[in-house]
């Protein structure tokens, strides 16, 4: 089902799934500099054990909504780093034909869109048609800190609570929306901002991928029980800039963070040899994903749209 993701049922591939993720995104802020990309991009680099240990548990057939941060996302889901350097590209073999770029991307039943918020009403629309229809598949949406100012999310988590939808809403708290806070944007508590329509919250403030696990394990299992929507709270950090050069944050912030690097903190769990191993599998797949995607043709232009 999945590409080159294996299941995450153990500590190697968790951190294989976290160091594909590292590597593509440091592969692709590197080919930015040389004018090979087109749009916009935003790493997800520091927050890799979030996408890993979310996708660890979930079903292949579920639902995904990400945002304008979605490369981790998709590439733990399972997607194929080569289709999404050839989007990134804007090259025809890429997921949607080279037009979407870095932020819309659209795979079996991946979906990203770059607008604020703008996908939870959609994702909560998905979840109710996969309750009226009895699937089984539970949906899941990606959103930010920042993205708490939305008015839509509180439309959406309104009708799920009310419709008791299957739907898993993961909030990634790197405590800045690209250059404000979460300080000076975030009254109350975001645990709140759920808690207020009865929607149960499992929060964790960890870069540990085997607690975010588990965490995910639980709030997974209470949506696909039946018992309506609920929320995942990770607190985390991101490395990168917000998109690639905004970064109000000092040098001793930036220290400060990178002890809690995901890679560091799981790859501990493993002996230098493993960590070696992973290292070179994963080097030969971002370099065939980045080249193959160069060498493909681009898409034609046409004025009829
Ligand atoms: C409706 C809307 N307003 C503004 C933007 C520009 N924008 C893109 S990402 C972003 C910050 C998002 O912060 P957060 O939700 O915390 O996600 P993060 O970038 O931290 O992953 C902003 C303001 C946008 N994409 N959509
Ligand atoms: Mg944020």
Redesign the pocket.
Known sequence: MRYNVPVMDDNYNLYKTMLLIRRFEERLLSEFSTGKLVGTT?AYIGQEADAAGVFSVTEPEDLVFS???CHGHFLAYGGEPYRLAAELMGRITGLVGGRGGSQHIHWRNFYSN?????IVPVATGMALAEKVRATGKITLVF?????LG?GVLYESLNIAALWKLPILFVL???H???TTPVEISVSGTISGRFAAFGIPVWERETTDVLEIKSAANEAVHSVRSGAGPGCLILHTH?FSA?SRGDDPRSHEELARIRQFDPLTVHGERLTPEACKKVESEVVVVINDAFVRAEADPFPQMSVDF
């Not at 959103?143 to 993205?147: A, E, K, W």
């Open positions: 935003h945002n304008h941060r770059g607008i604020q918020g703008g959103i930010g800190d920042g993205t939305e990634e708290d790197n800045y929306a690209q991101r917000h």
